[in-house]
């Protein structure tokens, strides 16, 4: 209602639709399971065989907590209530001395696809004066690559050095936890053309500062993910298939052609940038007889009205621009 209706904070259906937000099942749920140390239980099936390390493996508890604060972002949580703080301040647990967040990936290497994720929390929880914070993003923008995009770094570009393209990944990354890595500046290999979908995770994250919208640094990296969709990612290890452009998926983590048109059109492009045009109309294609959106691979109710609410912020950023 806010942000495609353009309601006022003053108006009335706009303030009962925020006191139901509160009391909605799903948010309160999420609250009432958070533990003390801002964390959130993991289901037994989803916890890891014990004696079982592999360093490409997830952490469940640290998934478990992007994925929740996120639901709470969206169920218009605010900052100050019970335990958000402490959940939010976890996300920036055992920062690197250089800035980069340990995501949930347990190799340690950089993860700044994930570093985008947690930017995107954080600021919208209220905490873009942390200088936690700011360290993070000035690594991110420290680290853009020579074509305005963003690479794993040593997964997306050491990885592909002939001394180590015959191992497997979860060997290379071992490697890479050894002085092995002290070898190798990946800023070195701009050559190895950049991920699309990392690019687009930390424009997800950065470009959530107004501010910086319109910086150089944002500037590249949005004509870089243009100029990329409906490609294919030259990346086996991150959503390779072109495929990808064509799925309509929610949360935005889970990239696709809805994540990418939502980060694009709210850095600002819209009409003016003629390669808007096919991906713009490839989203009204998708849209459902009864007028929603929904997910491609697996129909859920509650994604789809996200997915739809997404869809038409989407399309009034663009027609705002006609």
């Given at each position: 209602?806010?942000?495609?209706?353009?309601?006022?904070?003053?108006?009335?259906?706009?303030?009962?639709?925020?006191?139901?937000?509160?009391?909605?099942?799903?948010?309160?749920?999420?609250?009432?399971?958070?533990?003390?140390?801002?964390?959130?239980?993991?289901?037994?099936?989803?916890?890891?065989?014990?004696?079982?390390?592999?360093?490409?493996?997830?952490?469940?508890?640290?998934?478990?907590?992007?994925?929740?604060?996120?639901?709470?972002?969206?169920?218009?949580t605010r900052?100050?209530?019970?335990?958000?703080?402490?959940?939010?301040?976890?996300?920036?647990?055992?920062?690197?001395?250089e800035?980069?967040?340990?995501?949930?990936?347990?190799?340690?290497?950089?993860?700044?696809?994930?570093?985008?994720?947690?930017?995107?929390i954080?600021?919208?929880?209220?905490?873009?004066?942390?200088?936690?914070?700011?360290?993070?993003?000035?690594?991110?923008?420290?680290?853009?690559?020579r074509?305005?995009?963003?690479?794993?770094?040593?997964?997306?570009?050491?990885?592909?050095?002939?001394?180590?393209?015959?191992?497997?990944?979860?060997?290379?990354?071992?490697?890479?936890?050894?002085?092995?890595r002290?070898?190798?500046?990946?800023?070195?290999l701009?050559?190895?053309?950049?991920?699309?979908?990392?690019?687009m995770?930390?424009?997800?994250?950065?470009?959530?500062?107004?501010?910086?919208?319109?910086?150089?640094?944002?500037?590249?990296?949005?004509?870089?993910?243009?100029?990329?969709?409906?490609?294919k990612?030259?990346?086996?290890?991150?959503y390779?298939?072109?495929?990808?452009?064509?799925?309509?998926r929610?949360?935005?983590?889970?990239?696709?052609?809805?994540?990418?048109?939502?980060?694009?059109?709210?850095?600002?492009?819209?009409?003016?940038?003629?390669?808007?045009?096919?991906?713009?109309r490839?989203?009204?294609?998708?849209?459902?007889?009864?007028?929603?959106?929904?997910?491609?691979?697996?129909p859920?109710?509650?994604?789809?009205?996200?997915?739809?609410?997404?869809?038409?912020?989407i399309?009034?950023?663009?027609?705002?621009?006609?």
């Amino acid at each position: 209602m806010r942000d495609v209706m353009q309601k006022g904070e003053e108006d009335s259906d706009l303030q009962r639709t925020l006191a139901e937000c509160e009391h909605y099942p799903a948010r309160q749920r999420l609250i009432r399971t958070m533990k003390v140390d801002g964390s959130w239980p993991v289901p037994r099936f989803q916890q890891p065989p014990t004696g079982v390390t592999t360093p490409t493996r997830l952490d469940p508890v640290k998934i478990a907590a992007y994925k929740n604060l996120l639901s709470l972002l969206h169920f218009v949580t605010r900052p100050d209530e019970d335990g958000i703080m402490t959940a939010t301040n976890r996300l920036l647990d055992d920062q690197s001395e250089e800035g980069y967040l340990r995501g949930p990936i347990e190799h340690g290497l950089p993860q700044p696809h994930f570093d985008g994720y947690a930017l995107y929390i954080l600021y919208g929880f209220d905490m873009a004066p942390d200088a936690r914070v700011k360290k993070a993003a000035d690594w991110l923008i420290s680290n853009q690559r020579r074509d305005g995009g963003w690479s794993m770094p040593y997964v997306q570009d050491v990885r592909y050095l002939d001394e180590y393209r015959h191992l497997k990944m979860e060997d290379f990354v071992r490697l890479m936890m050894t002085d092995e890595r002290d070898r190798h500046d990946p800023r070195e290999l701009q050559h190895i053309p950049s991920c699309h979908w990392t690019t687009m995770m930390i424009l997800w994250g950065l470009g959530e500062v107004p501010s910086r919208r319109n910086s150089r640094c944002i500037r590249r990296a949005t004509d870089f993910l243009l100029g990329r969709f409906f490609k294919k990612n030259p990346h086996s290890n991150y959503y390779m298939s072109e495929r990808n452009w064509m799925t309509v998926r929610y949360p935005f983590s889970k990239c696709g052609g809805l994540s990418a048109l939502n980060t694009l059109t709210k850095m600002g492009k819209g009409p003016d940038d003629p390669r808007m045009e096919k991906p713009i109309r490839w989203l009204v294609s998708q849209r459902y007889r009864d007028g929603f959106w929904t997910e491609s691979n697996r129909p859920h109710m509650e994604k789809g009205q996200w997915i739809t609410l997404s869809s038409l912020e989407i399309l009034s950023r663009y027609a705002a621009k006609l």
